[in-house]
């Protein structure tokens, strides 16, 4: 016999652990469990071991609303994170619900029994398990956790020295007086070429084009402030508004005066380098589309720009011809000589964690449906998946979108209502689901599913838009049909 149980959450990283938070909160008599395909709690942020690997937006907005971040840097490093992370799950009780070693092959509703019946294979004994749920709440991320992206590089076979992935970051790899080539210039990139620099021989970063880069403090000295005024919780509210203000302020000034945004951006560059800088600017940091047509780099305390002045870390931007037993090739005609090759090229994205979905037997087809508020599928019933944002922090949507679901499981028992299915009528539109340009996201977008042009299908990437949507708007709408 399967185990019943009322909702089941897949994932227990920095989504997952936010929604057992909500869900339970709001709904207190739920039986409820998170499924871990991995043995350890932090998602990512266990995950990945690269040196100086960090968040890439301020941890005000990227932590929870519920639990304040109460260290002095902003913008944190990885175990930190994941530390967080940990005491969040122990503080809230949340740690007992966790079943670690469990990965979801399959999920299969039945509209007859109004259940989930999930396929689970235990990843540590091979065995596989069978579990059933009323409810379905997917926080897996959107990146396949096997291994990471690499292009394919000619002659990469021929390289005498050591090829490595971030996403696979070896232990015991020392990199001590080792002549280093990254591969890449997006967030990955700019976090470990700064990071490898005081131990490496010499660093280099070889983009195939620029990519826009921003330096922020790594403390915020305003919210310092406001912690010792305030209490903690009054003290964070007002610095995670204050940081999703001007986040949304700097975004809604790129889209709307790209020009402008590229000198402003321009301009921090050169004042990072310094007067009398070698670096080619307009070679190395002019991209050649606008400002958040792909997602901007954040440098915390111009750490790359500091490596780069120095003469630690030179920045390259070639193609590469061809691999070679002690280096690369460019087009260009030059030889990176190279002890290590680090291929920060980028990720693998996978939709629901890679698991297939069937509807009263018919396989569900991700490009073939629509999300509704973000947060659910056309025809899907009784699953909802944590999505963040590409402008702004991951938590401020994915906290969204848990606080709705808890909502929207109270609401149905209330009413006595078993299911809820998105079901859009024929003006909703069609438009691709992510509107960013980066190599990741174009390759992946034929397996993810659709938007709509208007609300409620559509994704407008702006917190406080969604806040009144999920949180304050009506549950019962033209898009969602319950089933009694």
């Not at 301020?58 to 994941?82: H, N, V």
Request: charged share 25%.
């Amino acid at each position: 016999m399967a185990e019943d149980i009322d909702v089941v959450i897949v994932g227990a990283g920095l989504s997952g652990i936010g929604a057992a938070y909500h869900v339970r909160a709001r709904n207190p008599g739920k039986r409820i469990a998170i499924l871990e395909a991995r043995g350890a709690i932090g998602g990512t942020w266990d995950l990945f071991r690269y040196p100086g690997i960090r968040s890439d937006s301020d941890m005000y907005t990227l932590g929870y609303s519920f639990r304040p971040w109460r260290s002095d840097k902003a913008i944190a490093d990885g175990p930190s994170i994941l530390a967080y992370i940990e005491e969040t799950a122990r503080e809230h009780g949340i740690e007992p619900m966790i079943r670690f070693h469990h990965k979801v092959v399959s999920a299969a509703w039945s509209s007859e029994t109004a259940r989930w019946s999930l396929e689970v294979k235990r990843t540590d004994t091979g065995e596989t398990a069978r579990l059933t749920c009323g409810f379905l709440f997917m926080c897996s991320g959107y990146y396949s956790y096997d291994a990471g992206y690499t292009p394919p590089l000619p002659g990469l076979a021929s390289f005498a020295g050591t090829v490595v992935h971030p996403q696979a970051w070896p232990e015991d790899l020392d990199y001590t007086g080792k002549r280093v080539v990254v591969i890449g210039s997006g967030a990955t990139a700019v976090t470990l070429v700064p990071s490898m620099a005081p131990r490496a021989a010499h660093v280099t970063m070889l983009q195939r084009s620029p990519t826009y880069i921003v330096s922020r403090p790594s403390v915020d000295r305003i919210a310092q402030a406001l912690r010792r005024r305030l209490p903690d919780g009054v003290a964070h509210d007002v610095t995670r508004w204050k940081n999703v203000a001007l986040g949304s302020a700097f975004y809604n000034f790129c889209k709307k005066f790209p020009r402008q945004a590229r000198r402003m951006i321009d301009k921090g560059v050169r004042a990072h380098l310094g007067e009398g800088s070698p670096v080619d600017v307009a070679k190395h940091f002019n991209p050649t589309y606008d400002p958040w047509d792909q997602r901007l780099c954040l440098v915390p305390d111009g750490d790359l720009f500091r490596a780069v002045r120095e003469g630690k870390v030179e920045i390259v931007t070639d193609t590469i011809d061809r691999i070679t037993e002690t280096g690369i090739r460019l087009t260009s005609g030059r030889e990176l000589p190279a002890d290590i090759i680090v291929t920060a090229t980028g990720l693998q994205l996978v939709f629901l964690g890679g698991m297939s979905v069937t509807v009263d037997g018919k396989p569900v087809v991700p490009s073939e449906h629509k999300v509704y508020k973000g947060a659910m599928l056309s025809g899907v019933p009784n699953l909802a998946m944590a999505m963040g944002y590409t402008n702004a922090s991951w938590t401020l949507k994915s906290e969204l979108i848990a606080q709705y679901v808890a909502r929207l499981i109270a609401h149905m028992d209330r009413r006595g209502l078993r299911a809820c299915v998105p079901e859009p009528g024929p003006d909703v539109g069609d438009e691709p689901v992510i509107d960013l340009q980066s190599g990741y996201v174009t390759r992946a977008l034929p397996m993810f599913p659709r938007q709509g042009s208007k609300v409620p299908w559509k994704l407008y990437q702006n917190y406080v838009r969604d806040l009144v949507m999920m949180r304050h708007r009506k549950l019962e709408d033209r898009g969602l049909v319950f089933r009694s």
